[in-house]
Every structure is written in C-alpha cells, then in structure tokens.
C-alpha cells in the first residue's frame, strides 16, 4: 500500500500440554514455548510494528515463587527487543549456576519467562498514543491468584464510553478511559465476582482456605465470566486472557469481524491472529489450523481440558474484507488465490481504460502487498490474449506459415518491474516544504522500461488517501514518458472510517470522500451536505440500534465512475504530461473474491454493528464543523 495506514494488531498463545521435561526430552530445550513464541511473533511482524508485549504463567507454583512475567516494548524493534531482554535474563541466570541447563525444575523456580502458558501481541500505535503503557499484554494484578488477569487483543469498542460508565455504575475507579483498560476490568469485575462466589459456596462444604484454591481453579467458569463481561461491548475484537492459576481463553466477535485461528495435538494448544503463522511455526498442514466461530471462545483449563464455547449470540459474518486485500500475510492458502482473484476481476476495467491496445501497454505493480494482485491481473491478460490468438491463428485457415504463426505466439503481456520502493529512506524532516521533496523519493523507477507513448498500468492494493502516489509516484512514473498512467486499486473505494481497529478514522483524509464533495461544488449540491449535517446531529442522542447512516447520502447522487474520474483530476500532480485514469475495484468483484469475507463497511457504509453508524454519524459531523478529531 502506498499509503501509509497503521495497521491491525496480532495476538498468538501457547499453551503447553505436557511438563516442560517432556520438551526438553524431546527438543533439547525446555525454553520450547518461548521459541516458539518469539517465532510466532515475528510472523505477524506485518501486523504491528510499534510496540510487542509477552507474558507467561508458570503452573503450579509454591506460594511466595513467582509465577507470572511479563515483558512490553516500544522500542523501533520491539519483538527483537523484548526477546533479547529475556534471553539476556535466561542466559545470566545459567552462566551464574552452572550445571543447572538440564534441570528443568530449577529452571523454572529461578528463571521467569518460561512456563507452560504464554502470550505475545503485535501492535501498531493508534490515537497518537505508542507509549510503553499502551502496549498489551495488559496486567492486572491481586493476591489472589486466581483473580490476577493478562488481557491482550487485536480490537477497537466503539462504545468505550458507555462500557466506562458501566463501570462507574459497578462501583470501580477505572484509571483511565481506555478501552482495553475498560474491557480489561469489565472481564476482571466478573472475575472477582465469580471466585468469591466460589470461594463461599466451597467453605460451605467444609474446605478451608488453603484448600479451596485448587477447587475454585476447577469449578472456574470461564465461558460465563466472558458472557458477562461481554454482554454490551460494540466493536471487532479477538480478545486473549490468561488468569493467574493457568486458565486461558480467546475469543472472537460475533460478527468476525477481526480474525483468530487455532490448533491443538497433544503436546500444544495454539491461537493467533493468521493461520499461515501457526502452519509455519509448528509445521501442519492447512486443514489442520481451524477458525475461531465468530462469538466463541477457546477456553483452555488448568487441567489442559479445551473446549469451544459460544459466548455471544454470532450475528450475520462480517468478517473483514480489508483482511484478505492487505493486513494478512499473503502466505495464506485461501489469501493468495483471493488477492490473484482481486487482479483479474479488475482486469476488464483496464482492457477499456487502454482501448484494448495490449501491444503498447505495460504492467507493473507498486510494492510489495500489491504483487500477488499483479499476478492475477496479467494472468487474465494472458488469458485474454490466447483467445485473441486463437481466434487469429483459425482465421488463417490454410493460409497459415511458420512466420504469420510465429508473429500471432510471439504477442504477450509485456511486464516490468517499474516502481522501487527505497526501504531505508525516511521522511524525517516534518516542514512541509521539504517534506514533500523527500516523500517524491520514497519510490524510485527502472528507466527504460516504458518506452515512450506506451500505456503504463500500475496496480496498487488499494487507494486511501493517495498522497504518495500525488507527491511521489505519479511524478516519477511520467519521467518515463507514457502516454497514459492508469493506477488501478484491487480494492474499491474507501469512502467511510474504521471503528474496529484499523487507524482509518476521519473522512476527510479519504479522497473518495474529497472526489464527492468536489463534485457537490461543480453540481451545484452543496444543500445535500448541511442536510446530511443536520441529519446525523439529530441522531446523536439516538440509541445505536435507531441510529442511520446518513453519510450514505454524501455520495448517492454519483456513480462509482464519477468519483473515480474525479480522483484521478485531484491526484494528477501539477505539470504531469502523461494522462492519468484511476480504476477501483467494484464492490461485487470483491465479494466475489473473497467470498467469505463480506465485511464491506469501508466501501459500502454497511457496518456491522450499531456503533459503526453512530461512529460515521459523528465523523461527518466533525467534518462538517471542521473538528480535527477522531469520531470514536
């Protein structure tokens, strides 16, 4: 993506099945969890860049040895960082006792970071905050071990507010009004709810105090504290907690919208956020790696029991399409064959943009997510080509020759690699004057590519905002002098904000939404805006489920082609020869691509939960009124 877009989270946890002996029996090493996790973690690298966390439990510890650690980093290279933090610790604590590197038992009173439960996160900071204390895993802490709770997620609650003031309403201070501060101590208050509870019913039954502990770790039930905790959250979320005497679930939205994959043998209990991840790192096969059901948990007891249990009611799936175009790992089996899909639906758009002329056309993509895109978009040019070829070589009839037949076979796509992204550059200097000279050199060209005149076709996995492709890309492609620049998005058009984790928050940012309102002004509609103004601030006292999307409206009087053709006026950078066509995916070849996945609420304005409407509500209004604010 040439935009840049902060993107979604990444979750992964492990839960060891069988005494860390049998690990270092059978794989050399009783850090086996640990690898793995650090493993697991640099496979969602994609996913979050700004701050990693990780956390483990140790079972069965004696009162007073600790069993809990957690590890956070907001470092450039937070992953490396926090692994060479604990290696560091794991390799100091043996240098010092020598000869304990086979005793797993000592190792695991005298070393933290190992243990049988563990927890990493990936994240990218939002809402400007990428401070230490805004890292998950999330702690909260108590003498209690069951009551103590690790919380980390890859989500976004559009209802942060009302959920805090639920809180108050219970009686709780929160610290801060955070949602995973808030969704935390929400799972928490159920939490102590529920081992108090326990704890009295089990002292009825005559047990003391020492011995009550392993049965409330037994009698705990997990799935009822969730479906407690989670009664009125709004928002995309797979959420992961670990409770201090070993319990540990994940769950996943009703509607799934954000992603969770699992796996389990014998020896290991796995969930993360992509299933290429937990293919690669414990080395199974795709059918063996399931998805989470929307609205269930995996829960995983102390005793090593897992089960699925529903915890919300699923609603229609939603899971995000935006998941499949660009935040996956294109590794995925079903990933890969759809982002190939996404380029050669488009491809007919394309054929009409250069008037069928293959022979003068050249195509390319913008690095690196957009690649597999490209494959499918010159698959289909393939295509399209042989049975231009066979229609011309059967029209010879006997006429055919050597030479006619070897001009018909010798015609193909002709492609290059044109644009180079200069990884290693940064855009330090914050002055717009001379920022806008260094973001003109993020990308870089193969000169002699294009010959003059041709048609230059360059796929993009998808147009946000298209800053760098107005400052940077479009003025360097037309120093290869092409008569013709088509920039073609696999997704559609971006026209309404995120709620549900993606840092997509205000519509004025999208120029699909600039594209509409300057077409207002040549229209001469401009009343549609404050009417759509007054709309959506007649909802805001409105409770979510009453609440429309207005904002709809903005765009209704124009067809797709409209905006697009007015996108490419807005992007065309001053003094540019070349003509310039922006071509965007339609939404129906998009379903048709990734088919389960129809989560389309940033195209469409369909958002799969209450909150989303009154979120664009808001963000309109705040564009309206000219507040540079988020709407959630």
Not at 12 to 30: C, D, F, M, V
Not at 430 to 459: M, P
Not at 541 to 567: G, H, L, M, R, W
Request: net charge neutral.
């Amino acid at each position: 993506m040439s935009d840049a877009i902060k993107h979604e989270c990444g979750i992964s946890l492990i839960r060891l099945l069988k005494p860390l002996e049998y690990y270092q029996e059978k794989y050399g090493t009783a850090f086996y969890g640990v690898n793995k996790m650090y493993l697991m973690m640099e496979k969602q690298h994609n996913r979050g860049q700004d701050g990693a966390g990780f956390a483990s439990i140790k079972l069965d510890m004696n009162p007073g040895e600790r069993y809990m650690s957690r590890v956070r980093s907001a470092q450039q290279q937070p992953i490396q960082d926090i692994f060479a933090q604990i290696n560091q610790r794991i390799n100091t604590t043996l240098a010092e006792n020598p000869g304990r590197d086979k005793d797993v038992a000592w190792q695991k009173k005298n070393i933290p970071y190992i243990g049988e439960l563990l927890m990493g996160h990936v994240r990218y900071g939002t809402f400007g905050k990428n401070s230490i204390e805004s890292v998950h895993p999330f702690l909260r802490q108590n003498n209690w071990m069951h009551r103590n709770l690790i919380v980390a997620g890859n989500f976004n609650m559009t209802n942060v507010d009302e959920l805090f003031g639920n809180l108050v309403a219970l009686g709780q201070h929160p610290k801060e009004l955070a949602d995973t501060v808030t969704v935390m101590e929400k799972i928490g208050h159920f939490l102590d709810d529920a081992v108090a509870k326990l704890y009295k019913q089990i002292k009825k039954e005559g047990f003391n105090k020492r011995e009550a502990s392993p049965l409330i770790a037994e009698r705990l039930n997990v799935a009822k504290i969730l479906k407690k905790a989670s009664k009125n959250w709004d928002g995309g979320y797979t959420m992961g907690g670990l409770l201090g005497h070993g319990d540990a679930f994940v769950m996943r939205d009703p509607a799934g919208i954000r992603p969770a994959y699992y796996y389990k043998d014998d020896e290991v209990v796995v969930v993360a956020s992509e299933r290429p991840v937990i293919q690669t790192v414990f080395n199974v096969k795709f059918e063996e790696v399931k998805e989470l059901d929307p609205g269930h948990a995996v829960i995983v007891k102390k005793n090593g029991s897992v089960s699925l249990k529903e915890i919300l009611e699923p609603t229609e799936r939603k899971a995000c399409s935006f998941e499949r175009i660009y935040f996956s790992r294109g590794s995925d089996k079903e990933i890969y064959q759809e982002r190939k899909k996404l380029g050669k639906l488009v491809f007919p758009q394309i054929l009409e943009s250069i008037n069928h002329d293959l022979k003068n056309t050249v195509f390319s993509y913008i690095p690196n997510t957009a690649e597999t895109s490209f494959f499918g978009m010159v698959k289909e040019a393939q295509n399209y080509l042989n049975l231009k070829k066979e229609e011309q070589i059967l029209a010879l009839g006997s006429d055919i020759t050597h030479e006619k037949l070897h001009k018909i076979l010798s015609v193909r796509p002709r492609i290059e690699k044109v644009a180079i992204k200069d990884a290693k550059l940064r855009t330090f200097i914050t002055q717009d004057s001379s920022r806008d000279d260094l973001v003109a050199h993020v990308y870089d060209i193969s000169y002699g590519s294009v010959k003059e005149n041709d048609n230059l076709v360059i796929i993009d996995d998808s147009i946000v905002r298209g800053t760098t492709l107005k400052r940077s890309i479009l003025k360097i492609l037309d120093r290869l002098s092409p008569k013709k620049i088509i920039v073609v998005s696999s997704a559609p058009q971006i026209r309404y904000p995120d709620c549900y984790g993606i840092d997509m928050a205000k519509l004025e940012d999208f120029v699909a939404f600039k594209a509409a309102q300057a077409l207002h002004e040549e229209h001469g509609t401009t009343h549609i805006i404050k009417e759509i103004y007054e709309k959506c601030l007649a909802q805001t006292t409105s409770k979510d489920k009453d609440v429309v999307n207005y904002v709809k409206e903005f765009y209704a009087p124009f067809t797709p082609e409209q905006v697009s053709k007015k996108i490419a006026e807005i992007l065309s950078p001053e003094g540019i020869n070349a003509e310039v066509d922006i071509i965007y995916q339609t939404v129906e070849s998009l379903h048709e691509a990734c088919p389960k996945n129809l989560g389309d609420w940033y195209f469409t304005g369909d958002y799969p939960t209450p909150g989303g409407n009154r979120v664009v509500n808001r963000a309109f209004i705040n564009f309206y009124e000219g507040k540079n604010e988020r709407a959630y």
